[in-house]
């Protein structure tokens, strides 16, 4: 199993738990119509794909949950030049509504400092967890707004086009997901990595290496435990067909739907990182101080750099399920300083 694949910051959850916007494409699909055919009522014969997207490569961009999903399929209708700037710019808004990045990082950070010091102080994290929450709740606001102004900009046979074309799509994306995975492989899946990590990182012997294992055998049986992983792909499916089923409908209000509700998004987005919290937790008494010292080290290289894992560690989206992975900016959020020896961590470009 590629583990790039399965490999995400919380940040990255928090794109595929929150709904980002990021991933929508800044440049408009160019649509041709073959001359010697009749256009469609109201959807463009043909598009160019975003090349940079994996999805849009089988005629669909998720990258922007189902906010920029219908807005990006709306440039492909056939539009008036007012109805073109106006949804030309609502993607551009969509680019700009700021990302609950930095909230994440601060995140990382406090809890690789916590690390270092041997002990999890929650009421330390109570702030960042606060700014996340406030971060996710505005970008579900703004994204809803946005939706709204689409619907108010198209005609009811073009919102009916876009409808039907976005269905066709999430259709045919459907057949080539991969079969999702049971509750218990699931698990399983994560169990096996987690450990891996973390005996890899903190460099445990084999004594401590089977006192974390005991940690998740005991947990196994607990709803919301540590190994427990939603089928992510599952949700983002139920997520963008409520929505485009509520698209249809008249009247409709995006801020009236539960897939915009911000203090429900903010609430699930925390649910990794406190299930690692949690492990972190009760991993830390039986490592050595220079462990936990090396664990920092790791932590801190993740929290600084977007790196491929940060606190949720591996296996939070199945094999098969697009990469939605966002672009770091070096310097943004806070940059801890790892221990005195430790090798720098790499420049992001």
């Known amino acids: 199993m590629n583990r790039a694949r399965i490999s995400f910051l919380p940040i990255l959850v928090l794109v595929s738990l929150a709904g980002s916007t990021v991933g929508c494409s800044k440049k408009q699909n160019e649509t041709a119509t073959d001359a010697g055919a009749a256009p469609s009522a109201n959807v463009a014969a043909s598009a160019a794909p975003d090349a940079g997207n994996p999805l849009a490569r089988r005629g669909l961009n998720l990258g922007g949950g189902p906010a920029?999903?219908?807005?990006?399929?709306?440039?492909?209708?056939?539009?008036?030049?007012?109805?073109?700037?106006?949804?030309?710019k609502l993607e551009e808004q969509l680019q700009t509504i700021p990302q609950p990045r930095k909230e994440a990082r601060e995140i990382h950070v406090e809890v690789a400092n916590e690390v270092k010091a041997g002990k999890i102080e929650q009421a330390k994290l109570a702030p960042t967890y606060t700014a996340?929450?406030?971060?996710?709740?505005?970008?579900?606001?703004?994204?809803?707004?946005?939706?709204?102004?689409?619907?108010?900009?198209?005609?009811?046979?073009?919102?009916?086009?876009?409808?039907d074309d976005v269905r066709g799509k999430l259709a045919e994306m459907d057949k080539h997901m991969p079969p999702p995975k049971d509750d218990a492989q699931r698990r399983e899946m994560v169990t096996k990595q987690k450990v891996e990590r973390y005996s890899r990182d903190a460099e445990l012997d084999d004594t401590q290496k089977k006192s974390l294992e005991a940690i998740f055998t005991k947990d196994a049986a607990k709803d919301g435990g540590l190994a427990t992983m939603p089928d992510m792909a599952a949700e983002m499916r139920a997520t963008n067909e409520a929505v485009v089923d509520a698209f249809e409908k008249d009247p409709f209000d995006a801020t009236k739907l539960p897939q915009f509700d911000g203090a429900a998004a903010a609430k699930k987005a925390r649910v990794p990182i406190e299930q690692e919290v949690t492990l972190l937790t009760q991993l830390l008494p039986i490592l050595k101080p220079d462990q936990r010292e090396k664990l920092s080290v790791k932590l801190s290289r993740q929290a600084a750099m977007g790196g491929p894992q940060g606190l949720m560690g591996p296996g939070m989206m199945r094999p098969g399920m697009p990469n939605m992975r966002m672009p770091q900016r070096p310097g943004e959020g806070p940059q801890p300083t790892p221990p005195p020896g430790a090798p720098p961590a790499p420049q992001a470009h």
């Open 68 to 88: 920029g999903m219908l807005i990006h399929e709306a440039k492909m209708l056939e539009l008036n030049d007012t109805q073109k700037a106006a949804v030309t």
């Open 132 to 163: 996340m929450d406030k971060a996710v709740t505005a970008q579900k606001e703004q994204e809803a707004a946005a939706l709204n102004t689409l619907y108010a900009t198209l005609e009811p046979a073009q919102r009916k086009a876009l409808v």
